[in-house]
């Protein structure tokens, strides 16, 4: 029944790896997001994707490629991980155009 | 460009105690304002709404007025529960198509029993 999941719930790996999280909405929206939210809580849209098609795509490092096979699907890969990558990443996914986003549970990225 | 700006937390409280959280913006044009809570070890969930000016948006026993004129949107509750302890955001929506969010830092609160 979960509207938007991520996995792993939790990931811890070591400076210069690569790592991908997944997500994942069975709401039938078009529009999925991704972002980061910092040690302070701060939390910043990272990319946005609509219908499969990039829409937003916020001043990050090209070491995050975000990929999206389907409408359902938004997975977010991150090359030479380093120690300012530790964050919590959230998913969301939202109806083009509407007011509300849903958000996933959270991926704590931890980078050693 | 656009930005929310909100009072810097924690805020610690004592049950049934009277909450405001302030929340101003800065915007072009006419942006949809909302708050969001965010409750230990969750992700973030749509409190209330206001999509105009001087629209009130409430929810949960929680209020907030879109005031243009101030450029606010301050979150009240007469009356706070433990279950009320989280992290609240305020956040805008550019008038776009983009639907881009913007958050504010965040303001944790405390409920005390």
């Known amino acids: 029944d979960t509207a938007v999941s991520q996995t792993p719930k939790y990931l811890v790996t070591q400076m210069g790896n690569d790592k991908s999280i997944k997500c994942e909405q069975n709401?039938?929206?078009?529009?999925m997001y991704w972002y980061k939210q910092d040690s302070k809580k701060f939390l910043k849209i990272m990319f946005s994707?609509?219908?499969?098609?990039?829409?937003i795509n916020e001043t990050v490092p090209n070491r995050f490629s975000p990929k999206s096979p389907d409408k359902a699907h938004l997975n977010l890969h991150i090359n030479s991980l380093e120690l300012g990558d530790s964050a919590v990443y959230f998913c969301?996914?939202?109806?083009?155009?509407?007011?509300?986003?849903?958000f996933g549970p959270g991926t704590r990225l931890t980078v050693t | 460009g656009n930005s929310v700006t909100q009072m810097e937390g924690p805020v610690t409280l004592s049950e049934e105690a009277f909450l405001t959280i302030n929340c101003t913006y800065t915007?072009?044009?006419?942006?949809?304002l909302f708050w969001y809570v965010q409750y230990p070890g969750e992700g973030l969930q749509l409190l209330l709404k206001?999509?105009?000016?001087?629209d009130k948006g409430s929810n949960k026993g929680f209020e907030a007025t879109y005031r243009k004129e101030t450029t606010s949107f301050h979150l009240e509750k007469g009356s706070v529960q433990v279950s009320d302890s989280a992290v609240y955001f305020c956040?805008?929506?550019?008038?776009?198509?983009?639907?881009?969010?913007?958050f504010g830092s965040g303001t944790r609160l405390s409920i005390r029993p």
């Open positions: 206001a999509t105009k000016a001087d």
């Open positions: 969301a996914s939202s109806q083009q155009g509407a007011y509300e986003q849903y």
């Open positions: 956040a805008l929506r550019e008038d776009s198509s983009a639907s881009k969010i913007i």
């Open positions: 709401l039938g929206h078009d529009t």
């Open positions: 915007a072009t044009g006419y942006p949809s």
């Open positions: 994707y609509n219908n499969k098609e990039l829409i």
